[in-house]
Protein backbone atom coordinates (compact mmCIF):
# COMPACT_ATOMS: atom_id res chain seq x y z
CA UNK A 1 0.00 0.00 0.00
CA UNK A 2 1.43 3.48 -1.06
CA UNK A 3 0.07 6.21 0.63
CA UNK A 4 -0.54 9.11 -1.88
CA UNK A 5 -0.63 12.44 -1.76
CA UNK A 6 -3.29 14.55 -4.39
CA UNK A 7 -0.42 17.10 -5.02
CA UNK A 8 1.87 13.76 -6.34
CA UNK A 9 -1.15 12.40 -8.35
CA UNK A 10 -2.30 15.07 -10.01
CA UNK A 11 0.34 14.93 -12.00
CA UNK A 12 0.11 11.63 -12.79
CA UNK A 13 -3.51 11.54 -13.79
CA UNK A 14 -2.77 15.09 -15.91
CA UNK A 15 -0.27 13.32 -18.16
CA UNK A 16 -3.03 10.55 -18.72
CA UNK A 17 -5.22 13.55 -20.22
CA UNK A 18 -2.52 14.82 -22.15
CA UNK A 19 -1.62 11.67 -23.91
CA UNK A 20 -5.35 11.06 -24.13
CA UNK A 21 -5.63 14.21 -26.01
CA UNK A 22 -2.36 13.52 -28.51
CA UNK A 23 -3.59 10.31 -29.49
CA UNK A 24 -4.89 9.77 -32.91
CA UNK A 25 -8.38 10.00 -33.85
CA UNK A 26 -8.96 6.20 -34.40
CA UNK A 27 -7.31 5.16 -31.04
CA UNK A 28 -8.57 7.84 -29.61
CA UNK A 29 -12.57 7.03 -29.77
CA UNK A 30 -11.57 3.50 -28.17
CA UNK A 31 -9.47 5.26 -25.13
CA UNK A 32 -12.15 7.35 -24.68
CA UNK A 33 -14.92 4.54 -24.41
CA UNK A 34 -12.28 2.26 -21.84
CA UNK A 35 -11.74 6.07 -19.78
CA UNK A 36 -15.28 6.04 -19.47
CA UNK A 37 -15.54 2.97 -18.22
CA UNK A 38 -13.40 3.36 -15.61
CA UNK A 39 -14.84 6.57 -14.84
CA UNK A 40 -18.11 4.61 -14.22
CA UNK A 41 -16.11 1.95 -12.26
CA UNK A 42 -14.62 4.69 -10.00
CA UNK A 43 -17.99 6.16 -8.97
CA UNK A 44 -19.14 2.46 -8.19
CA UNK A 45 -15.78 1.72 -6.35
CA UNK A 46 -16.07 5.58 -4.59
CA UNK A 47 -20.03 5.66 -3.88
CA UNK A 48 -20.93 9.06 -2.92
CA UNK A 49 -18.86 12.32 -2.07
CA UNK A 50 -15.49 12.30 -1.30
CA UNK A 51 -12.82 14.74 -1.59
CA UNK A 52 -9.25 14.78 -3.82
CA UNK A 53 -7.30 13.59 -0.90
CA UNK A 54 -9.66 10.66 -0.49
CA UNK A 55 -9.35 9.88 -3.98
CA UNK A 56 -5.66 10.19 -4.13
CA UNK A 57 -5.21 7.85 -1.01
CA UNK A 58 -7.59 5.06 -3.06
CA UNK A 59 -5.27 5.70 -5.94
CA UNK A 60 -2.28 4.65 -4.27
CA UNK A 61 -3.57 2.08 -1.89
CA UNK A 62 -5.08 0.30 -5.20
CA UNK A 63 -3.22 1.30 -8.07
CA UNK A 64 -4.42 0.82 -11.24
CA UNK A 65 -3.90 -2.92 -11.97
CA UNK A 66 -7.71 -3.27 -11.64
CA UNK A 67 -8.58 -0.90 -14.99
CA UNK A 68 -6.95 -3.95 -16.95
CA UNK A 69 -9.93 -6.27 -16.80
CA UNK A 70 -12.29 -3.34 -17.41
CA UNK A 71 -9.91 -2.00 -20.83
CA UNK A 72 -10.01 -5.97 -21.69
CA UNK A 73 -14.00 -5.84 -21.58
CA UNK A 74 -14.58 -2.88 -23.21
CA UNK A 75 -12.33 -2.53 -26.00
CA UNK A 76 -11.61 -6.48 -27.01
CA UNK A 77 -10.17 -5.70 -29.70
CA UNK A 78 -8.36 -3.01 -29.42
CA UNK A 79 -5.23 -3.91 -27.39
CA UNK A 80 -4.03 -0.35 -28.09
CA UNK A 81 -6.70 0.76 -25.65
CA UNK A 82 -5.41 -0.85 -22.86
CA UNK A 83 -2.92 1.78 -21.82
CA UNK A 84 -3.33 1.91 -18.55
CA UNK A 85 -1.14 4.86 -18.18
CA UNK A 86 -3.19 6.80 -20.37
CA UNK A 87 -6.96 5.59 -19.53
CA UNK A 88 -6.82 5.37 -15.78
CA UNK A 89 -4.57 8.57 -15.60
CA UNK A 90 -7.30 10.49 -17.84
CA UNK A 91 -10.29 8.79 -15.91
CA UNK A 92 -8.80 9.55 -12.56
CA UNK A 93 -8.08 13.30 -13.88
CA UNK A 94 -11.87 13.53 -15.04
CA UNK A 95 -13.45 11.41 -11.77
CA UNK A 96 -11.48 14.60 -9.55
CA UNK A 97 -13.64 17.10 -10.59
CA UNK A 98 -16.54 15.79 -9.43
CA UNK A 99 -14.32 15.51 -5.82
CA UNK A 100 -16.20 17.92 -2.78
CA UNK A 101 -13.05 20.10 -2.52
CA UNK A 102 -12.17 20.49 -6.44
CA UNK A 103 -14.09 23.42 -8.89
CA UNK A 104 -12.62 25.23 -12.16
CA UNK A 105 -9.86 23.11 -12.57
CA UNK A 106 -7.78 23.30 -8.90
CA UNK A 107 -8.65 22.24 -5.65
CA UNK A 108 -10.19 24.58 -2.96
CA UNK A 109 -8.38 24.87 0.22
CA UNK A 110 -10.57 25.85 3.07
CA UNK A 111 -9.02 26.45 6.39
CA UNK A 112 -10.20 24.85 9.05
Same mark, same amino acid.
Given at each position: ???? %??????????? @????????????????????????????? %??????????????? @??????????????????????????????????????????????? %??????
Amino acid at each position: MVTL %RFDDAIGLWRE @GQRRLAATDPPLRFALERVTDALVDELRR %RLGGSFTTEELARYY @GEHGIDWCFDIAVRTAPGDPEAWDLTTVAGAAFARYVREASDYAGGA %RILRED
